[in-house]
């Protein structure tokens, strides 16, 4: 087997810790058992500075995640995990420069993974969270941490910048305050337009906890916003927002020639074809790129 591991017990247990891999890998399950006994830890620098690694899997059985399990895996993106770690140590998913998405299934409603995963890395995260009732999505924008020396009375001052701090701040190891969540909206769009527009469509799509003074501060960016939006979202052909906007309405007139234009350009067909009807449905006229017309998508 390509695992390195150890058996221990834990807490009056046998159990498995693994402490490593032996050769490449790109997208790492752990097994639930090794050996008849299930793995209960994820050891001290197991999959530390893997240049391989770029997903992770981690069976229901981990309790622990162990000092630095993951640290420096600059390829990874997305890790898979349950709300049964019970210990979760410093630097298990520091400097992992490439991490965008992570999974974490809620059996026991315990969000305190959660928090420590949010703590332990500064940069801008998507929870994707399962519960028995639903899952939703919520974006979680990065932060600055820093020292700013105060020369004249020779102390070091922290400095915390990004809106990524206050929106952790919502997190507690019992849930989430949705709706302090929400009220940090106008930093978000400050700080980053594409960020905003993120967190709206996750909030939108996935409206967990979500009153409607939110719902409406969301549509009305996206509104705003759409020449911008629109352009985002054809470059990376993402349908499915694209017809969110059309569904409720939040896309102006002005908005379309240029988002037609680029969605021929990108040949998007189907986005294409989703702005045509919302045109001819909204406005009632056809709309020309170039010499093109694109009434035939």
Partial sequence: MPFKFEKQSDKGQPGIEITGF????????????IEGLPVRKIGKAAFAGRSDL?????????RTLCRNAFYNCPKLKHITLHDGVEDYYDGVIRQCESLKTIDVFLENGDYSVVKEMLSDNDRQLHFVLHTAQENFHLLFP?????????????VLHHKIEGAGYPYRECVTRKGIDCRAYDRLFGQAVQENGRTAAEIAFCRLLFPHELEQAARERYESFLEKNAAAVLAMLIADGETERIGLMAERCLIPKEALPEAVRLASEKKEAQIGALLLDYQKEHFGRLIRTGDLELDDW
């Fill in 54 to 62: 770029q997903e992770v899997r981690l069976p229901e059985s981990v």
């Fill in 142 to 154: 990065a932060y600055v941490y820093d020292f700013v020396e105060d020369v004249e009375a020779r």
């Fill in 22 to 33: 032996e050769g490449n890998l790109s997208f790492l399950t752990i097994p639930e058992t």
